[in-house]
């Protein structure tokens, strides 16, 4: 039997991606499904992209967050099973199909998740840097993950309900986090599906790439410090990453340490970065399998000398986040 599935887009000044979006929504092969898209006061062309295609459009006066368009849109649906995807993601054909099939095969309580290709829509390095890092860490554990994401989230539309929706005085961008961790301590359980991923297009520059490390690490930081769980291996937030920052900034440290008291600290330097590379050794192997040794080049430098620069400051920012009491988390 079809079950009906309502998919949910947020969207905020997407022009440039919720045409494609949308396009290959349509075209899934499914045969019961719905495409709601809130446009949350876009300043753009959005609404006349989305006007194109055969969707319910719900149009927001004020702009209000992600979280607030999502439950809106889950507040029309008609489908039993809601998808929740983001307007800069682009599904195959058949998606909807696997989301069917993963519920039917897990049940009403399970939220259920995919995550992104490893290769992105754009190829450049940065996008496709982005792309690798989010697949491999959010699919290490597809069994019992910590969190499922937004950009592939399936879900029974009375279980999302009455866990209330996604908080929309939360921090942005890890709204799904906190709405998952919720969904846990009601009873729901967490499954990542093998397979079932989207292709995202990041439109990642070196400067956006920095900014999104930092603004996410600021806010994931206010959020663990609050719910007192700083160690655990959280999909992208995992003990690789946070073992980078640590070591790499500490490298840092001793570098201008030892150039400032002419203290030989090679050895030091060189077992800080062996360790690192030794955690993050499956990272590694996933950048290879995705584009081979010269983008796996690339990346290790990127990955252990600079990214590790924003995600640290982020986490700073995000101690005072916490200990200022400057923000609401729900």
């Given amino acids: 039997m079809s079950r009906r599935i309502s998919v949910i887009v947020p969207n905020r000044n997407g022009a440039d991606t919720i045409g494609i979006c949308l396009e290959a929504l349509c075209g899934s092969l499914y045969d019961d499904y719905e495409v709601i898209v809130v446009d949350d006061a876009s300043e753009d062309a959005s609404r006349m992209i989305i006007k194109r295609y055969p969707c319910t459009l719900i149009e927001l006066d004020e702009h209000s967050g992600a ?7 889950a507040g029309h649906a008609s489908g039993e099973i809601l998808f929740f995807t983001d307007a800069d993601c682009i599904v195959s054909v058949n998606t909807l199909e ?3 099939l993963a519920y039917d095969r897990n049940g009403e309580n399970r ?36 969190y499922v994401a937004t950009h592939a989230m399936i879900i029974n539309a009375d279980k ?22 919720r969904a846990k301590r009601g009873g729901m359980e967490l499954s990542m599906i093998d397979g079932l991923v989207v292709r995202h297009k990041f439109n990642f520059n070196f400067l956006r790439s920095v900014r999104n490390a930092f603004m996410k ?17 959280s999909g992208t937030a995992s003990l690789g990453l946070k073992a980078n920052v640590i070591l790499t900034w ?10 400032v008291t002419s203290t030989s600290l090679y050895p030091v330097i060189a077992a800080a970065f062996v ?10 192997n996933a950048m290879y399998r995705a584009r081979g040794i010269i983008f796996t080049l690339k990346s290790v430098v990127y990955y252990f000398f600079v990214y590790p620069i924003p995600v640290g400051a982020g986490a700073i920012f995000g101690n005072f986040m916490h200990f200022n009491k400057s923000i609401q988390f729900g």
């Fill in 217 to 233: 690490s600021m806010y994931w930081t206010a959020y663990i410090l609050k719910s007192k769980n700083i160690f655990d291996d």
């Fill in 98 to 100: 696997k989301v069917a």
């Fill in 111 to 146: 939220i259920l998740g995919g995550s992104y290709t490893s290769l992105p829509y754009d190829k450049d390095f940065y996008s496709t840097f982005q792309s690798v890092f989010i697949n491999h860490n959010e699919l290490r554990d597809i069994g019992s993950p910590d």
């Fill in 275 to 284: 360790l690192n590379v030794l955690v993050n050794i499956r990272l590694i």
């Fill in 160 to 181: 999302f309900r009455a866990l209330g929706g996604f908080n929309e005085t939360f921090l942005p961008m890890i709204e799904d986090v906190e709405f998952s961790h």
């Fill in 67 to 73: 979280a607030a368009a999502r439950n809106v849109g």
């Fill in 250 to 259: 500490s490298l840092y440290f001793i570098l201008i340490t030892g150039i």
